[in-house]
């Protein structure tokens, strides 16, 4: 079944929306308008606070948004054809939840909803374009409300796979205008960007600097604009659909469409940094049994499954980083469990990452039958891995 692959940028003034176009074999933001560049998508005003505020009418406010948002697209989209990357600047457990389940009350599968954030999807971005834009180290500045803020892209070949970082550089508030002259105004932030822009500069070379947001404007940036295109090996480039953008990209490799980015793989703040695993009997053989790989993001892993007690009411988890080093144990007491003859208790288990190196376990007894019914007990704790 052919899949619509969208990438979707959720900010809080305002939203995108991106989908992969067979046409051009390439992402392409969608215009609420027709035949009109409008590529803004106003975001609900309440959204972000009924979110946070874990208020349940968020939820249904934020599936109506997003069902608003896919209609864009076309009315020929299916919900349960849709495979979606959704990016933010910053995802929390709240957001994680939040996002998942309201793609799913309007008929998205779970499966097929993904989560990233901004940096991810600027190297995303980055990485599907000509290499020569990324030979070197790549730069994005981010102008919003009165800050400007720096990103720096850059890769390490030194690893297997590739490591990929977008780390946060220099911020400067520029303020508000006040009762200052527009020329009295347009020069210091003039003066100011440029500081940033050379202090980000400074002893490092730059493939390629990515300018986001529509305050970036000629009228006042002269000659902090005249210095980033001084450099004729420096491409400079403006716009405001990179992350929507790179959320498709993201969405796109997750099913295996255009270009392979198998030797490359993206390391942040988000990233879960230990190979989570269990010990098991598998068809009468000892052996061990993923439960979680390092390497996803946090809000991203989880896990569940059921398996057959045996004569013991000790759960043990072992982390193993995916930097190597020394195995470590969690044990996990099944306090309460009935007593009951070996291979007669089935449990489930739900592996869940509520934060960066915080893994929520929890355990239920499922009984075994009708010999042995439920007890109802549940057992939870958090690994800090």
């Known amino acids: 079944m052919r899949k619509t692959i969208i990438g979707l940028d959720l900010d809080r003034e305002s939203s995108q929306i991106s989908y992969y176009s067979e046409r051009s074999m390439e992402p392409e933001t969608v215009s609420i308008q027709e035949n009109q560049d409008r590529y803004l998508i106003p975001t609900p005003s309440d959204l972000f606070s009924l979110i946070e505020g874990s208020v349940e009418l968020g939820q249904m406010t934020l599936a109506n948004f997003l069902k608003t948002c896919v209609g864009y697209i076309g009315a020929s989209v299916k919900p349960e054809d849709i495979c979606i990357m959704i990016t933010m600047k910053e995802i929390t457990l709240a957001w994680a939840e939040a996002l998942r389940n309201a793609c799913q009350m309007i008929g998205i599968p779970g499966e097929a909803v993904f989560l990233q954030t901004h940096r991810e999807s600027f190297c995303c971005y980055t990485l599907n374009q000509k290499k020569e834009l990324w030979v070197h180290k790549i730069a994005l500045f981010e102008y919003e409300d009165t800050k400007i803020s720096s990103y720096i892209m850059d890769i390490d070949y030194h690893t297997k796979p590739a490591l990929v970082r977008a780390e946060a550089g220099k911020k400067v508030d520029l303020g508000r205008q006040g009762a200052r002259s527009d020329e009295q105004w347009n020069e210091q932030r003039d003066a100011q960007f440029l500081e940033m822009i050379r202090e980000v500069f400074q002893s490092n070379t730059f493939s390629a600097v990515y300018l986001i947001g529509d305050s970036f404007d000629k009228t006042w ?104 080093g020394e195995t470590e144990s969690y044990s996990i007491m099944l306090k309460g469990l009935p007593e009951r003859p070996g291979r007669t208790t089935r449990l489930s288990m739900r592996l869940k990452f509520i934060a960066q190196g915080r893994c929520r376990v929890t355990i239920r007894d499922l009984g075994f039958g009708e010999f042995y019914p439920p007890s109802g007990k549940v057992w939870e704790s958090v690994l800090e891995v």
């Open 221 to 324: 940036a002269v000659e902090s604009l005249q210095y980033l295109f001084s450099n004729r090996r420096r491409r400079v480039y403006q716009g405001r659909n990179l992350y929507t953008k790179g959320a498709c990209y993201g969405a796109m490799q997750r099913m295996e469409v255009g270009k392979k980015l198998d030797g490359f793989l993206y390391q942040s703040e988000d990233l879960v940094e230990h190979n989570l695993s269990m010990q098991m009997e598998l068809r009468g053989k000892q052996s061990t049994h993923i439960l979680i790989n390092a390497g996803v993001n946090w809000f991203e892993a989880e896990y569940t499954c059921e398996f057959i007690l045996d004569n013991t009411n000790e759960i043990i988890i072992y982390a193993r980083s995916m930097m190597g």
